[in-house]
């Protein structure tokens, strides 16, 4: 089945603690994205990638960072996490200008 | 900056009615217009896009979406909905400087609906 898979769908955190976010897809899409949903707030973009070793900031990338080192992943890091960041997640991917495919999320809490 | 204005934040229909959620974005240029829904506790799916061509787009589960260049809208609609409709909808915008793929989606902050029985 074609889909994104984020790992974990829940998290409770302390502040300071580094934390990964992992997302996985498997439709070969070349963009990636991670975006953070906060009520009334919408779906904001953190990072976006072009494609392996091509990333780029979106809007909220502060706190943040990424990798893309395969095609098919693009873990979110963040290496000192603050009670901010507490959030639902969500990685994407798409192909060309098509659609993008989301993954479950990945709910946050940073305490 | 590229901009999505969806002016409801809440709408309540009784199931059988007709829905239209509103879209509104601000840009010069012609983007990507897209509309997803998100249902509780689940991710995002895309109901449909526009790129060019026909303005009025169709998608899944009976959805279809009209692009209004001269008001800069993307307004989604659906002739009866049904209990199964009630959820969140989104409607992004993306641009690309070079007119390709790369291009930056934009969310509006949502339309929740709520269907009556």
């Known amino acids: 089945e074609a889909q994104v898979t984020q790992n974990p769908r829940y998290l409770i955190t302390v502040t300071g603690k580094k934390l990964t976010v992992t997302c996985s897809q498997n439709?070969?899409?070349?963009?990636m994205s991670w975006y953070r949903q906060d009520p009334g707030l919408g779906l904001r973009q953190i990072y976006y990638?072009?494609?392996?070793?091509?990333?780029d900031k979106g809007d909220v990338p502060e706190g943040y960072k990424v990798s893309r080192k395969e095609k098919r992943n693009f873990p979110l890091i963040l290496e000192s996490p603050s009670p901010n960041q507490t959030s639902l997640y969500f990685c994407?991917?798409?192909?060309?200008?098509?659609?993008?495919?989301f993954g479950s999320g990945t709910r946050l809490t940073v305490v | 900056a590229q901009s999505v204005t969806q002016p409801d934040i809440h709408i309540t229909v009784s199931e059988g009615a007709s829905l239209e959620l509103r879209c509104n974005y601000s840009?010069?240029?012609?983007?990507?217009l897209f509309w997803y829904v998100q249902s509780p506790g689940q991710g995002l799916q895309l109901l449909l896009k526009?790129?060019?061509?026909?303005?009025l787009v169709q998608g899944i589960k009976g959805f279809e979406a009209e692009f209004k260049r001269s008001q800069s809208s993307f307004n989604l609609r659906k002739p009866s909905v049904h209990w199964s409709d009630a959820a969140e909808y989104f409607c992004?915008?993306?641009?690309?400087?070079?007119?390709?793929?790369?291009?930056?989606?934009?969310f509006g902050k949502g339309t929740l609906l709520t269907v009556n029985p």
């Open positions: 994407a991917s798409r192909r060309g200008a098509y659609g993008y495919t």
């Open positions: 439709m070969n899409h070349e963009y």
């Open positions: 990638s072009m494609n392996v070793e091509v990333t």
């Open positions: 840009y010069g240029a012609t983007p990507y």
């Open positions: 526009y790129f060019s061509g026909d303005t």
């Open positions: 992004a915008v993306g641009l690309s400087n070079s007119g390709g793929s790369n291009y930056k989606l934009t």
